[in-house]
């Protein structure tokens, strides 16, 4: 009974990120696929770590989709496309990717702003199991400009957040004054951007958890 327990709490990351990955419900979205430009298929969808498109149609059939095989997707009200050159974090190590990965498009205009989620071991238990869920911004001046990863501390700012925002807002004061006052912090890079994208005041989000985080 004693092994049986010991097995149990070694394997105990593996289930979950079993769960994590064969578990995701599917949700009503549409996509675009590479292969026909100009239709749009309505159909349940799931994304698997940003690097698989799962979709069911209205009899079942479930098909597997690429980055490279899909130019854009919907779920819901959120938007995703492809991007690809940007680092990930693994552990304790950061590694520039030349896959292409589905990302979260946020916010479009002079600026895009991007967000990569997946899951990366942390490398704990004898066997490597367990990991964590990584959120990544990215932003961009063009679909043809280079990728620039957005960093933060674990307060959510910090000098490098800082420095990497700043040549992004260089036609407006107003954001740089925040931004370096250190209003701005991670969570309202959202708002941010689609301040600077549609030339409004930046209006930070409304606290939607119990305890006023955003």
């Given at each position: 009974?004693?092994?049986?327990?010991?097995?149990?709490?070694?394997?105990?990351?593996?289930?979950a990120f079993a769960q994590?990955?064969?578990?995701?419900?599917?949700?009503?979205?549409?996509?675009?696929?590479?292969?026909?430009?100009?239709?749009?298929?309505?159909?349940?969808?799931?994304?698997?770590?940003?690097?698989?498109?799962?979709?069911?149609?209205?009899?079942?059939?479930?098909?597997?989709?690429?980055?490279?095989?899909?130019?854009?997707?919907?779920?819901?009200?959120?938007?995703?496309?492809?991007?690809?050159?940007?680092?990930?974090?693994?552990?304790?190590?950061?590694?520039?990717?030349?896959?292409?990965?589905?990302?979260?498009?946020?916010?479009?205009?002079?600026?895009?702003?991007?967000?990569?989620?997946?899951?990366?071991?942390?490398?704990?238990?004898?066997?490597?199991?367990?990991?964590?869920?990584?959120?990544?911004?990215?932003?961009?001046?063009?679909?043809?400009?280079?990728?620039?990863?957005?960093?933060?501390?674990?307060?959510?700012?910090?000098?490098?957040?800082?420095?990497?925002?700043?040549?992004?807002?260089?036609?407006?004061?107003?954001?740089?004054?925040?931004?370096?006052?250190?209003?701005?912090?991670?969570?309202?890079?959202?708002?941010?951007?689609?301040?600077?994208?549609?030339?409004?005041?930046?209006?930070?989000?409304?606290?939607?958890?119990?305890?006023?985080?955003?």
């Amino acid at each position: 009974m004693r092994l049986f327990y010991l097995i149990i709490c070694l394997l105990l990351p593996q289930f979950a990120f079993a769960q994590i990955f064969g578990f995701i419900p599917f949700e009503s979205g549409s996509y675009v696929a590479a292969s026909s430009p100009t239709t749009r298929v309505e159909a349940g969808l799931k994304l698997r770590n940003g690097e698989l498109l799962i979709a069911k149609d209205g009899k079942g059939k479930k098909s597997e989709f690429s980055p490279q095989q899909i130019i854009s997707f919907r779920v819901g009200d959120r938007k995703y496309t492809t991007a690809t050159g940007f680092e990930t974090r693994n552990g304790l190590f950061s590694a520039s990717t030349t896959r292409v990965k589905f990302v979260e498009l946020l916010d479009s205009g002079q600026v895009i702003l991007m967000r990569y989620t997946y899951y990366a071991s942390n490398g704990s238990g004898p066997y490597g199991g367990g990991g964590t869920q990584v959120e990544e911004y990215l932003l961009r001046r063009s679909i043809q400009s280079a990728i620039t990863p957005i960093e933060a501390n674990w307060l959510g700012g910090g000098k490098h957040f800082m420095e990497t925002l700043l040549p992004y807002l260089s036609a407006r004061p107003d954001l740089i004054k925040a931004l370096v006052a250190k209003e701005i912090v991670v969570d309202d890079l959202a708002p941010l951007i689609h301040a600077l994208n549609t030339n409004q005041p930046f209006v930070r989000p409304k606290p939607t958890g119990p305890f006023g985080v955003h």
